[in-house]
């Protein structure tokens, strides 16, 4: 059974950090893409970072861009998203994403639950 | 990017059917046959529920289902059940980017 499990998530205050994990299990970690996707209150689905099966190739949305930076260590099945300069309209539910291919994504086969990030004073 | 164009809410009756179309460009939608599909319950994770246009996942019922025509990607659920009202997402591959591009999702209200 794949599992995905975010953890990090909390209040931050403008300017802040966190460091959100994701621990999976039950498939193959090495071999797939993995994505953060966000999702603000009452919003969409964004799509912030991906990073390849090999941690090797990485993109980031431009909202995003230079703030946030994802990793992986595929000797653990964690995968990673190092927040800083968080700003309000980063508050949001982050979830930690399955990629069906090994660097791109074209299609999500399964989601974590989810963690909240609130970025307040 | 640019998301995705969904309808913002579309509704039926138990039983019925409905469609929920998804529009995009030559660059995403219809240039590549990697559209999916996701539900979402309030409060909880999307799930995959179309994959490559037209393919569902083994746990998912023939109930839905999924085609493409040119630029716009559609979802179908036939036999509508309670349990169907949600919010539900397009995806699409766009070759210019790696990052997945959604829709504004739209909310599925069963009468």
């Known amino acids: 059974e794949v599992r995905l499990v975010e953890s990090g998530g909390g209040l931050v205050q403008p300017g802040g950090s966190l460091r959100l994990s994701c621990a999976a299990s039950g498939f193959t970690f090495r071999s797939h893409a993995m994505i953060w996707v966000r999702q603000a209150p009452g919003k969409g689905l964004e799509c912030v970072s991906i990073?390849?099966?090999?941690?090797?190739?990485?993109d980031y949305a431009d909202s995003v861009k230079g703030r946030l930076t994802i990793s992986r260590d595929n000797s653990k099945s964690t995968l990673y998203l190092q927040m800083n300069s968080l700003r309000a309209e980063d508050t949001a539910v982050y979830y930690c994403a399955k990629a069906e291919g090994f660097s791109v994504v074209t299609s999500v086969d399964y989601w974590g639950q989810g963690t909240l990030v609130t970025v307040s004073s | 990017q640019s998301a995705l164009t969904q309808p913002a809410s579309v509704s039926g009756s138990p039983g019925q059917s409905i469609t929920i179309s998804c529009t995009g460009t030559s660059g995403d939608v219809g240039g590549y046959n990697y559209v999916s599909w996701y539900q979402q319950h309030p409060g909880k994770a999307p799930k995959l529920m179309i994959f490559d246009v037209s393919n569902r996942p083994s746990a998912i019922s023939s109930r839905f289902s999924g085609s493409k025509s040119g630029n716009t990607a559609s979802l179908t659920i036939s036999g509508l059940q309670a349990e169907d009202e949600a919010d539900y997402y397009c995806s699409s591959y766009a070759g210019s980017s790696t990052l997945v591009v959604f829709g504004g999702g739209t909310k599925l209200t069963v009468l």
């Open positions: 990073i390849s099966g090999s941690g090797g190739g990485t």
